[in-house]
C-alpha cells in the first residue's frame, strides 16, 4: 500500500495482542477441567487399532491436526468444517471471507480435501502403515505426511482434474512414509536428530520427487482454477487486526488452506479436545505440553509477522508459519514447557523461520511448489533452534 512504502515492520499493537493471546492459552488452559473420558485417551485408541473400525476413524481424524501439534479429533474435524465456511465466503466474495483459502484457488478447495482424504486413506489401507501401530512397540506412524503435503500441492498447482487428483492420492502415499520410515530408522539414530526433522525431510524428498515426475507425465494438464469475486476488503498488513488474523491463518497453513476461520477454528477444536480428555490430543502429552506449546506458536507467529510484515505488503506472501508448525512446537517438547525455554525458543523460531524458507524458495526449479522450500526451512530451523539450546548450560 502506497501510504506505508517507508514502513519497515509491522504493528506493535498486532504484536502485543498475538502474545497476549498465546499467553491467555497458556494461562487459562490448565484451569479447564478435563472430563477425562477414556475413549479418546491416545494410549486407550492405538490398543488393538489394528481391529477396531471406530479406533482407526479416530486415527484416521487425529491425522488432520498432527502437523499443528493438536493433533486431536475435535481440533481435525474442526478442520474441514472451517475449511467449509471459508471456501463457501470465498467462492461467493463475501467481505468475511478474511484470507481467500487455498491462497484465492478457492474453488479448488473440496479437490484439495479429496486429494488429502484419499491420500490419507491409501497411506493407511492400501500400503497399510496403520498397520505398524502396535507392532515391535511402536506407539505412532507419520501417516499425517500425504494430508500436508504433495496431494494439495499438485492440485494447486496443475488445477482440478481428475487425473491429477488420482495421481496426487497415489503417488505421493507411495513414497512419503516410507522415506519418512527409512529416515526415521537409519538417520534419525545415527546422528541423533529429532524425529520432527524426519518428517519434514521426508516431505521435502518425496515433495520434489513428485513434482518432477508429475512435469513429465502425460496426462498431467495445467487447468486454471475458476478465479474468485473480490470481496471489496481492503488489507492492512499493518494493522493490529490483521496481524492477528495472519496469526490465526498460520494454524491452517500446512493444510495449504491459509485462512484465519479455519485457523480459529482448529483452536477451538484443541480446547474441546483438552475438555474431553487430556491424554487424547498431541499423542496423549497435551496436559503436559499443550498451553506452552501455543504459547511457543502464537510467539512465534507474532515475531515473524512483526518483523516481516514488508514481505506481506502489496499482497505478498512470507513463511511466517514455517517456525509456528516446527521448531517452537518441536523444541518445547524436546526441552520442557518452563516459561524462560519456550519464550526463548519462539522468538529464535520466529526470527530465523521465514527468511531461512525464502531463501530456498529462491533456489527452487521451475515447476517445484514452494511448500518443498518451507518443509525444507523447518527442518533447518528446528536443527538450528535445537542446537542452540543444546549449546545454552542455563537451558
Same mark, same amino acid.
Given at each position: 500500500m502506497a501510504g506505508h512504502n517507508k514502513r519497515q515492520y509491522g504493528s506493535p499493537a498486532g504484536f502485543l495482542l498475538t502474545v497476549a493471546i498465546g499467553f491467555a492459552f497458556y494461562v487459562m488452559l490448565p484451569l479447564i477441567p478435563s472430563m477425562g473420558i477414556t475413549y479418546f485417551a491416545y494410549k486407550n485408541i492405538i490398543d488393538s487399532i489394528g481391529s477396531d473400525a471406530s479406533k482407526q476413524f !479416530?486415527?484416521?481424524?487425529?491425522?488432520?491436526?498432527?502437523?499443528?501439534?493438536?493433533?486431536?479429533?475435535?481440533?481435525?474435524?474442526?478442520?474441514?468444517v472451517g475449511g467449509a465456511i471459508a471456501w463457501q465466503l470465498a467462492v461467493r466474495g463475501s467481505v468475511k471471507r478474511g484470507f481467500p483459502i487455498c491462497y484465492g484457488s478457492s474453488h479448488t478447495w473440496p479437490?484439495?480435501?479429496?486429494?488429502?482424504?484419499?491420500?490419507?486413506?491409501?497411506?493407511?489401507?492400501?500400503?497399510?502403515?496403520?498397520?505398524? !501401530?502396535?507392532?515391535?512397540?511402536?506407539?505412532?506412524?507419520?501417516?499425517?505426511?500425504?494430508?500436508?503435503?504433495?496431494?494439495?500441492?499438485?492440485?494447486?498447482?496443475?488445477?482440478?482434474?481428475?487425473?491429477? !487428483?488420482?495421481t496426487a492420492i497415489i503417488l505421493p502415499a507411495s513414497m512419503a512414509a516410507p522415506i519418512s520410515y527409512w529416515l526415521s530408522k537409519t538417520l534419525l539414530p545415527m546422528l541423533k536428530i529429532p524425529g520432527g526433522i524426519c518428517n519434514v525431510l521426508s516431505m521435502a524428498l518425496s515433495g520434489f520427487a513428485v513434482m518432477a515426475v508429475c512435469r513429465v507425465l502425460p496426462w498431467i494438464k495445467k487447468v486454471e482454477p475458476k478465479p474468485i469475486p473480490e470481496s471489496g476488503a481492503k488489507e492492512d498488513v499493518f494493522s493490529p487486526v490483521w496481524a492477528v488474523r495472519r496469526a490465526f491463518a498460520e494454524f491452517s497453513e500446512p493444510h495449504f488452506y491459509g485462512n484465519e476461520i479455519v485457523g480459529a477454528c482448529i483452536l477451538g477444536g484443541a480446547v474441546i479436545d483438552w475438555i474431553i480428555n487430556k491424554e487424547h490430543g498431541l499423542s496423549g502429552l497435551a496436559g503436559e505440553y499443550l498451553p506452552a506449546i501455543l504459547l511457543a506458536q502464537f510467539i512465534a507467529a507474532g515475531v515473524g509477522i512483526f518483523l516481516y510484515a514488508r514481505k506481506f505488503d502489496n499482497g505478498g506472501w512470507y513463511g511466517t508459519y514455517v517456525p509456528v508448525v516446527s521448531s517452537a512446537p518441536w523444541c518445547v517438547l524436546a526441552f520442557g514447557a518452563e516459561l524462560p525455554k519456550v519464550i526463548f525458543i519462539a522468538v529464535l523460531s520466529g526470527i530465523l523461520g521465514a527468511p531461512v524458507a525464502s531463501s530456498l524458495g529462491e533456489k527452487l526449479p521451475e515447476g517445484i511448489h514452494i511448500f518443498v522450500a518451507n518443509v525444507m526451512a523447518m527442518a533447518i530451523t528446528t536443527a538450528i533452534v535445537w542446537a542452540v539450546m543444546d549449546m545454552m548450560p542455563w537451558f
Open positions: !479416530l486415527w484416521f481424524m487425529i491425522n488432520w491436526t498432527e502437523a499443528d501439534f493438536t493433533a486431536g479429533v475435535f481440533s481435525s474435524a474442526m478442520v474441514i479437490w484439495v480435501l479429496a486429494a488429502q482424504v484419499g491420500a490419507l486413506l491409501t497411506n493407511m489401507y492400501l500400503f497399510g502403515y496403520l498397520f505398524l !501401530l502396535g507392532r515391535d512397540g511402536v506407539s505412532w506412524v507419520a501417516t499425517f505426511i500425504v494430508l500436508v503435503s504433495v496431494p494439495s500441492a499438485l492440485m494447486l498447482t496443475y488445477g482440478p482434474t481428475v487425473p491429477t !487428483l488420482l
